[in-house]
C-alpha cells in the first residue's frame, strides 16, 4: 500500500498550489480519502474530505471557501486546489485513505507559504 503526495512547495501569500496524492496497492475507488495538515509545535487536523464515491464533501472552517477537494478513481489519485494561501497554511499536509477496515497515510508533503 502506497499513498504518495507531491505538490507541495514555497508560495507567497495570496498564492496557489495544487496537492496530488497518487495510491496503490489498494481499491482506491472503495476508500474516503482526507487531506490532514500539521504545522509545527500544532496536533495534526483535518483538512478536506471526501467520500469514496465523490459525491460527498466537507471542510474544516479555516479553508472553506479556498481550498477544493476532488478525486479521479481511474488515476486513484485525489487532489487538493489550494487557493489565497495564508502564511498560517503552513504545514505538512497528509493524505488519508480509511474505510471501515483500514487507515493508511502517506510521507507528507510540506506546504511553505512566505513572501
Known amino acids: 500500500v502506497q499513498l504518495v503526495e507531491s505538490g507541495g512547495g514555497l508560495v507567497q501569500p495570496g498564492g496557489s498550489l495544487r496537492l496530488s496524492c497518487e495510491a496503490s496497492?489498494?481499491?482506491?475507488?472503495?476508500?474516503?480519502m482526507n487531506w490532514y495538515r500539521q504545522a509545527p509545535g500544532k496536533e495534526r487536523e483535518s483538512v478536506a474530505y471526501i467520500s469514496s464515491p465523490g459525491g460527498s464533501r466537507n471542510y474544516a472552517d479555516s479553508v472553506k471557501g479556498r481550498f477544493t477537494i476532488s478525486r479521479d478513481n481511474a488515476k486513484n489519485t485525489v487532489y487538493l486546489q489550494m487557493n489565497s494561501l495564508k502564511p498560517e497554511d503552513t504545514a505538512v499536509y497528509y493524505c488519508?485513505?480509511?474505510?471501515?477496515?483500514?487507515?493508511?497515510w502517506g510521507q507528507g508533503t510540506q506546504v511553505t507559504v512566505s513572501s
Open positions: 496497492g489498494f481499491t482506491f475507488s472503495t476508500y474516503d
Open positions: 488519508n485513505a480509511r474505510n471501515f477496515y483500514r487507515n493508511y
